[in-house]
């Protein structure tokens, strides 16, 4: 069994706030907007978390480079989507945790050249930090906001140390 990260209830809280600009309005308008904030900043590598968001991407032509989802959506299961042209990794990461298998599953997608689907067993909400936390700068991390739309996350330098600082509390169990 691979190692475990459990999130505290505490640490839950900071996920409940928006981690970059956030897009309100229906699935078409979030997905207009975010097409337009695609074409100005020209990301150099797309990020999807969610199975909501990473349908809406790719059916708006959208197409992250990694898609990370857990075939639920507001915690009720969904049929399962496998997106066209995409490498399909399995990995379990239970609700409340990151799991080192999740984080080498992201690594490994980010570094690759293949558009990549991370299936995950379990929960891959909190997989979001791990994806912010790794990816090259000037990529683009989009999540779903439950009722309010969708989270788009510019990874920078700056954002890099966030997402360092509240991985390094939860790896340690410090607030």
Avoid at 73 to 80: A, D, E, G, H, L
């Amino acid at each position: 069994m691979s190692t475990s990260y459990v999130v505290t209830p505490e640490m839950l809280t900071k996920f409940k706030e928006p981690f970059g600009t956030l897009i309100e309005g229906s699935f078409s308008e979030t997905m207009n907007q975010l097409g337009e904030l695609v074409k100005k900043e020209k990301p150099t590598k797309i990020i999807s978390v969610g199975d909501m968001v990473s349908r809406n991407l790719h059916e708006h032509h959208i197409i992250p480079q990694v898609s990370i989802v857990d075939n639920q959506s507001m915690r009720k299961k969904m049929q399962p989507q496998i997106f066209p042209d995409k490498k399909i990794v399995q990995v379990k990461n239970p609700q409340g945790t990151i799991t080192q298998e999740a984080i080498t599953a992201i690594q490994k997608a980010l570094q690759s050249k293949e558009q990549t689907q991370i299936v995950v067993e379990g929960e891959e909400d909190l997989l979001t930090l791990i994806t912010v936390l790794y990816a090259p700068e000037n990529s683009m991390v989009i999540y779903g906001q439950p009722n309010k739309g969708i989270v788009a996350v510019k990874v920078t330098a700056q954002k890099k140390a966030d997402a360092e600082k509240i991985w390094n509390a939860i790896k340690t169990g410090k607030k």
